[in-house]
């Protein structure tokens, strides 16, 4: 099953994308995992995106696409992969459905995770994430056994550049502007199912049976 995950920056796109990886076995891809492992490395990607990342703005189109691309193209998908923060403007839509066409990997689904505004800001704030399996936790709402440690693999537990205030402002008003209308042209397609953004783990199994018609455990 492919997948695109959808919804404003702190909707819980990544929690989503992880419960599924789990138990359906999707692979995930986001692109801002894969910004933010080359900007650790110190690559020249990492090095060309960092600004933009860091002031909550987006990377360009043409890069943006050209790492989908090969992402997609390189990859094996025994059970479908999920694009999670990907796309996010008009021009990666089309290039998206070009580049599924050719690989002949069509949508099953965009799932659009609805949350209010208010909360998103609270949940960003709070966002901690594993610096090294990006893992994410939240200080109150969820937060690891140990302050600042992984549970997973004892990673340390660190705060994203782009997760203060000021950036999140800002990426809560480009999701409005140019990702949001996205939504639209996926509804013409009749491929929008909507999760409510204070889902739970068991919601989402029941999301994936009701919603998506698949049964657990078995894709
Ligand atoms: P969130 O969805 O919470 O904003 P992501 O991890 O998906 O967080 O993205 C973090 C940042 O990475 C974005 O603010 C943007 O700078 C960059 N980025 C990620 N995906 C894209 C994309 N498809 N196009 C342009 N920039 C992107
Ligand atoms: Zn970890």
Same mark, same amino acid.
């Given at each position: 099953m492919n997948l695109l995950i959808m919804g404003k920056p702190g909707a819980g796109k990544g929690t989503l994308a992880? /419960? #599924?990886q789990d138990n359906y076995h999707i692979t995930h891809i986001s692109t801002g995992n894969i910004f933010r %492992? %080359? /900007? &650790?490395k110190r690559s020249p990607l990492? #090095? &060309?995106v960092e600004n933009f990342i860091t002031k909550g703005e987006l990377v360009p189109d043409e890069l943006t696409n050209q790492i989908v691309k090969s992402v997609l193209s390189e990859g094996d998908f025994p059970n479908g992969f999920m694009l999670d923060g990907y796309p996010r403007t008009k021009d990666q839509a089309m290039a998206l459905d070009l580049i599924l066409a050719e690989l002949n990997m069509p949508l099953n689904f965009v799932v659009d995770i609805e949350v209010?505004?208010?909360v998103l800001l609270q949940r960003i704030t709070g966002r901690?994430?594993?610096s090294q399996c990006n893992t994410i936790y939240h200080i109150t709402l969820h937060p690891s056994t140990k302050i600042d440690v992984c549970d997973v693999c004892g990673g340390e537990l /660190?705060?994203?550049e782009d997760d203060k205030e000021e950036s999140v402002k800002n990426r809560i008003r480009i999701y409005n502007q140019k990702t949001e209308p996205l939504l639209d042209y996926y509804r013409q397609k009749g491929l929008v199912v909507t999760l409510d953004g204070r889902f739970k783990r %068991?919601?989402?199994f029941e999301f994936v049976e009701m919603k998506l018609g698949v049964t657990h455990g078995n894709n």
């Open positions: 992880s /419960i #599924l %492992e %080359e /900007i &650790a990492g #090095l &060309a209010e505004d208010d901690r994430v594993c /660190i705060q994203r %068991e919601d989402v």
